[in-house]
């Protein structure tokens, strides 16, 4: 799963700092020791001893085969007379070793080549806060979302709130199921109608559950990618439209409200058909209709939206406007 370039740096430097930090105490605690005790001191540097040598007897055929052999049984003579020492002056031998967070990997994140799940889990943890930091992801879950807000009918004899029921069991359930195959969504209506809440509470979910997901209003990362792209930022280029191509779930929110140029169509052509084009699902809520993009965006854009994306239209009263009634 493709993460953010931040959020794998910030995890690294963790998972490194762990192991770094649980050596650093054992040796603290091994020098303690042999201060105090300096027959302690001459068992240490046998056991090193006998390790330094394996590298020159390899590659000596039987010759080496028994020099190792007979280091092997000094460095197990020297452990064990170690053992002894530290149990007669009452401390257990995990004192002076290594006390890894991840006892599985030794806090190196790996485990041969697969992913252990400590670095998964700061992984997840990373990715989480970073969405936090570009939007109110604490406060959009599938359980704040209110439906009292929505009527119950209209003249037209419609239930807006019963709809709305439907898109919101279908949102939980896109959340639960969701994987690198999962359709793309739009999301469109008027403002406040619980568009960004929504894409947030799938974001969220799928964070919890070990996908990537990237959020952000389409002004704020057109911004961002556009002051990479001609040098206005000390961000290395194109780093925010290869986060938007590459994460495992992109939520684009709010299209149709930034400033529309030749390059800003030219990005959001580019996120959407190679998302299109991988497989990779995308959600996209606007204010806008289909008619009023395509006007933006001309029908490149639009056509691959309703040709692929699986279409919600949200109805009702703007909740914020409700709310403050």
């Given at each position: 799963?493709?993460?953010?370039?931040?959020?794998?740096?910030?995890?690294?430097?963790?998972?490194?700092?762990?192991?770094?930090?649980?050596?650093?105490?054992?040796?603290?605690?091994?020098?303690?020791?042999?201060?105090?005790?300096?027959?302690?001191?001459?068992?240490?540097?046998?056991?090193?001893?006998?390790?330094?040598?394996?590298?020159?007897?390899?590659?000596r055929g039987e010759d080496g085969a028994r020099i190792i052999r007979r280091l092997r049984d000094e460095n197990l003579k020297a452990q064990e007379e170690r053992r002894r020492i530290l149990t007669e002056h009452g401390y257990d031998e995990s004192y002076i070793k290594p006390q890894?967070?991840?006892?599985?990997?030794?806090?190196?994140?790996?485990?041969?080549?697969?992913?252990?799940?400590?670095?998964?889990?700061?992984?997840?943890?990373?990715?989480?806060?970073?969405?936090?930091?570009?939007?109110?992801?604490?406060?959009?879950?599938?359980?704040?979302?209110?439906?009292?807000?929505?009527?119950?009918?209209?003249?037209?004899?419609?239930?807006?709130?019963?709809?709305?029921?439907?898109?919101?069991?279908?949102?939980?359930?896109?959340?639960?199921?969701?994987?690198?195959?999962?359709?793309?969504?739009?999301?469109?209506?008027?403002?406040?109608?619980?568009?960004?809440?929504?894409?947030?509470?799938?974001?969220?979910?799928?964070?919890?559950?070990?996908?990537?997901?990237?959020?952000?209003?389409?002004?704020?990362?057109?911004?961002?990618?556009?002051?990479?792209?001609?040098?206005?930022?000390?961000?290395?280029?194109?780093?925010?439209?290869?986060?938007?191509?590459?994460?495992?779930?992109?939520?684009?929110?709010?299209?149709?409200?930034?400033?529309?140029?030749?390059?800003?169509?030219?990005?959001?052509?580019?996120?959407?058909?190679?998302?299109?084009?991988?497989?990779?699902?995308?959600?996209?809520?606007?204010?806008?209709?289909?008619?009023?993009?395509?006007?933006?965006?001309?029908?490149?854009?639009?056509?691959?939206?309703?040709?692929?994306?699986?279409?919600?239209?949200?109805?009702?009263?703007?909740?914020?406007?409700?709310?403050?009634?």
């Amino acid at each position: 799963m493709a993460y953010d370039a931040k959020v794998v740096e910030k995890a690294s430097a963790e998972i490194a700092r762990r192991r770094r930090e649980a050596e650093q105490t054992a040796q603290r605690h091994r020098e303690e020791l042999m201060r105090k005790f300096p027959e302690l001191a001459a068992v240490q540097e046998r056991i090193v001893s006998s390790g330094m040598q394996v590298p020159s007897a390899i590659g000596r055929g039987e010759d080496g085969a028994r020099i190792i052999r007979r280091l092997r049984d000094e460095n197990l003579k020297a452990q064990e007379e170690r053992r002894r020492i530290l149990t007669e002056h009452g401390y257990d031998e995990s004192y002076i070793k290594p006390q890894y967070t991840c006892p599985r990997c030794g806090d190196r994140g790996y485990i041969g080549d697969q992913i252990c799940s400590c670095y998964q889990s700061l992984l997840e943890k990373y990715s989480y806060e970073r969405l936090c930091e570009s939007s109110p992801l604490q406060e959009c879950s599938f359980d704040s979302f209110d439906l009292y807000y929505y009527p119950t009918a209209q003249e037209d004899g419609s239930s807006p709130r019963e709809y709305m029921a439907g898109v919101l069991d279908y949102c939980r359930r896109y959340a639960a199921d969701f994987d690198l195959g999962s359709p793309s969504l739009f999301f469109c209506g008027a403002t406040g109608l619980g568009k960004t809440h929504l894409s947030l509470a799938i974001a969220g979910e799928v964070i919890r559950r070990g996908y990537n997901a990237v959020y952000g209003s389409v002004p704020n990362l057109l911004t961002r990618a556009e002051n990479e792209k001609f040098g206005r930022s000390s961000q290395s280029s194109g780093s925010t439209e290869a986060a938007m191509t590459d994460c495992d779930l992109l939520v684009l929110d709010d299209l149709g409200a930034e400033f529309v140029t030749s390059y800003t169509v030219s990005v959001i052509y580019n996120v959407v058909n190679t998302r299109l084009l991988t497989g990779r699902p995308t959600i996209i809520s606007t204010n806008l209709t289909l008619e009023e993009l395509e006007q933006k965006y001309t029908s490149r854009v639009t056509s691959r939206i309703t040709g692929n994306y699986q279409y919600f239209c949200f109805c009702g009263r703007d909740i914020r406007q409700l709310r403050a009634e």
